[in-house]
């Protein structure tokens, strides 16, 4: 007589479920009461997200797409864009309730967060097919052609919830800034206070360390600065960091914040118009550890010399780091060979990438879902 998963012990059990993909995750959960318990549980959605998480093969890494022009959101792995010359996209079953145009603000836990033209907000797990529309914000602010929005989307560790901060700012510095922050356990927005005079340069904040971060420009008028601007989710701090002494002329320029691992990192074009800078901030908050870490050379391509605003730097794989030039994928070697082409197929004129991982995550409570240890089940 065969033996079935269900006579093996509890613990096994619970273990092989851990490193099983999402999708088999959803259809295990129908298969009994007890294991819809268990998969539902808070303690085994954070446990699996932690073992996807730290996966050093990135094989539960996704890689969404956005094309505007068909309206329509492919996904590829991580992992075969590091080991393949061509890859293909699928199709992702994205609400239709969604606007036609969004801008992506950034990805947690394989939350996404997206803003539409009309400034409404969206959270969405595509792992799950599950999405929440967020309640607007009531802001003091005249929305107009000299309104800066800038949003930032995170994850409060100590207080295990999911926040978005809006920070709304006029580019001329006349008017107060107002920031607002959105909580996804009590689905309410509120007021920030105490935040400088600033303008962020780039749409989206990055979430490093339990903390939103904005290239900004920071007031008053007569002695404006750039510097790096953030809010601990955790206490509600503002804090203020320098920007690497980056500049060897009087072109240097910082193209983007970004993330590079777990690690704030400044992409900067300098002297040379097809080199571009990354530094590093290798401990956290201190000044002096912002590290020139390499040189990209940029390929000699009209086209992608044309997208220089739009470059991003995404996840390591041992010596190499994936690179966003605009709508093209390609693959730097930090041993010094040439980048290589990382082409998907199916999906050459997306707008927007962002990388997020397979997960259980919901963006909103799911109401019945019983406790895995009430159950008799522990992890």
């Given at each position: 007589?065969?033996?079935?998963?269900?006579?093996?012990?509890?613990?096994?059990?619970?273990?092989?479920?851990?490193?099983?993909?999402?999708?088999?995750?959803?259809?295990?959960?129908?298969?009994?009461?007890?294991?819809?318990?268990?998969?539902?549980?808070?303690?085994?959605?954070?446990?699996?997200?932690?073992?996807?998480?730290?996966?050093?093969?990135?094989?539960?890494?996704?890689?969404?797409?956005?094309?505007?022009?068909?309206?329509?959101?492919?996904?590829?792995?991580?992992?075969?864009?590091?080991?393949?010359?061509?890859?293909?996209?699928?199709?992702?079953?994205?609400?239709?309730?969604?606007?036609?145009?969004?801008?992506?603000?950034?990805?947690?836990?394989?939350?996404?967060?997206?803003?539409?033209?009309?400034?409404?907000?969206?959270?969405?797990?595509?792992?799950?097919?599950?999405?929440?529309?967020?309640?607007?914000?009531?802001?003091?602010?005249?929305?107009?052609?000299?309104?800066?929005?800038?949003?930032?989307?995170?994850?409060?560790?100590?207080?295990?919830?999911?926040?978005?901060?809006?920070?709304?700012?006029?580019?001329?510095?006349?008017?107060?800034?107002?920031?607002?922050?959105?909580?996804?356990?009590?689905?309410?927005?509120?007021?920030?206070?105490?935040?400088?005079?600033?303008?962020?340069?780039?749409?989206?904040?990055?979430?490093?360390?339990?903390?939103?971060?904005?290239?900004?420009?920071?007031?008053?008028?007569?002695?404006?600065?750039?510097?790096?601007?953030?809010?601990?989710?955790?206490?509600?701090?503002?804090?203020?960091?320098?920007?690497?002494?980056?500049?060897?002329g009087a072109r240097g320029v910082v193209l983007?914040?970004?993330?590079?691992?777990?690690?704030?990192?400044?992409?900067?074009?300098?002297?040379?118009?097809?080199?571009?800078?990354?530094?590093?901030?290798?401990?956290?908050?201190?000044?002096?550890?912002?590290?020139?870490?390499?040189?990209?050379?940029?390929?000699?391509?009209?086209?992608?010399?044309?997208?220089?605003?739009?470059?991003?730097?995404?996840?390591?794989?041992?010596?190499?780091?994936?690179?966003?030039?605009?709508?093209?994928?390609?693959?730097?070697?930090?041993?010094?060979?040439?980048?290589?082409?990382?082409?998907?197929?199916?999906?050459?004129?997306?707008?927007?990438?962002?990388?997020?991982?397979?997960?259980?995550?919901?963006?909103?409570?799911?109401?019945?879902?019983?406790?895995?240890?009430?159950?008799?089940?522990?992890?």
């Open positions: 007589m065969e033996n079935s998963i269900l006579d093996l012990p509890t613990e096994l059990v619970i273990e092989i479920l851990l490193r099983l993909p999402v999708k088999s995750l959803l259809k295990f959960r129908c298969a009994s009461k007890s294991w819809f318990a268990l998969i539902s549980s808070p303690e085994f959605v954070k446990t699996h997200l932690s073992l996807n998480a730290n996966n050093s093969e990135y094989t539960r890494h996704k890689v969404m797409m956005f094309e505007r022009t068909v309206y329509g959101f492919r996904d590829c792995s991580v992992n075969s864009l590091f080991n393949n010359a061509f890859n293909e996209a699928n199709d992702l079953d994205y609400p239709r309730q969604f606007p036609c145009g969004v801008y992506i603000v950034g990805s947690v836990n394989g939350l996404i967060c997206f803003v539409s033209r009309e400034k409404e907000l969206f959270l969405w797990n595509p792992s799950i097919r599950k999405y929440k529309k967020l309640p607007n914000p009531k802001t003091k602010t005249t929305f107009g052609y000299c309104i800066k929005q800038s949003y930032g989307f995170g994850y409060d560790e100590f207080h295990d919830d999911y926040n978005i901060v809006v920070i709304f700012a006029r580019y001329d510095f006349s008017l107060p800034i107002e920031v607002k922050r959105y909580s996804l356990k009590s689905d309410s927005w509120r007021t920030v206070d105490n935040c400088a005079s600033m303008v962020p340069l780039q749409q989206s904040g990055r979430f490093v360390d339990g903390k939103l971060h904005w290239n900004t420009i920071i007031g008053p008028k007569l002695c404006m600065k750039r510097s790096i601007i953030s809010i601990d989710l955790a206490d509600g701090k503002w804090g203020e960091m320098e920007l690497p002494c980056y500049w060897k983007s914040l970004g993330v590079l691992g777990s690690n704030l990192s400044v992409l900067c074009d300098c002297d040379d118009p097809y080199m571009l800078d990354v530094w590093l901030m290798k401990e956290y908050g201190v000044k002096e550890s912002w590290t020139k870490m390499f040189t990209i050379k940029m390929p000699d391509d009209q086209l992608v010399y044309g997208y220089l605003g739009q470059i991003r730097l995404h996840l390591a794989s041992g010596s190499e780091i994936l690179v966003v030039f605009g709508s093209t994928f390609m693959i730097y070697n930090l041993k010094g060979d040439p980048l290589r082409s990382s082409k998907v197929i199916n999906s050459n004129n997306w707008d927007e990438a962002e990388i997020y991982i397979e997960s259980l995550v919901c963006p909103f409570s799911e109401v019945g879902t019983e406790d895995a240890t009430k159950m008799g089940l522990r992890l």
